[in-house]
């Protein structure tokens, strides 16, 4: 049974930096895995995307240009580096594998626990 567990959050001011991790345990990622985020009273959202070579990312335009998805496929690892982060960040965020490439979460099995980042203006 393939688990995914997410770590990296915390509490930080805005303008800081953090960096999410996700481990999968059991066997290795499938072809494109994702970072999500679900904020209080909000729907669960796509944040990043990746395929397996990296050839293919997505961002969700409020987080363009601050946020940076990889993987290493080695050590089935994938990272999601914020910088820059604003209050309007704060959410669980949540990793998760689809075989195809979509923006849907609702595609998306197999969560996490999550991990909470919480940024304070």
């Known amino acids: 049974q393939v688990q995914l567990v997410e770590s990296g959050g915390g509490s930080v001011q805005a303008g800081g930096s953090l960096r999410l991790s996700c481990a999968s345990s059991?066997?290795?990622?499938?072809?494109?895995v994702g970072w999500f985020r679900q904020a209080p009273g909000k729907e669960r959202e796509s944040v990043a995307i990746?395929?397996?070579?990296?050839?293919?990312?997505y961002y969700t335009n409020s987080v363009k240009g601050r946020f940076t998805i990889s993987r290493d496929n080695a050590k089935n690892m994938v990272y999601l580096q914020m910088n820059s982060l604003k209050p309007e960040d704060t959410a669980v965020y949540y990793c998760s594998q689809s075989g195809t490439y979509t923006t849907n979460p609702a595609d998306y099995d197999m969560w996490g626990q999550g991990t909470q980042v919480t940024v304070s203006s």
């Open positions: 990746i395929s397996r070579n990296a050839a293919i990312t």
């Open positions: 059991g066997r290795a990622f499938s072809l494109y």
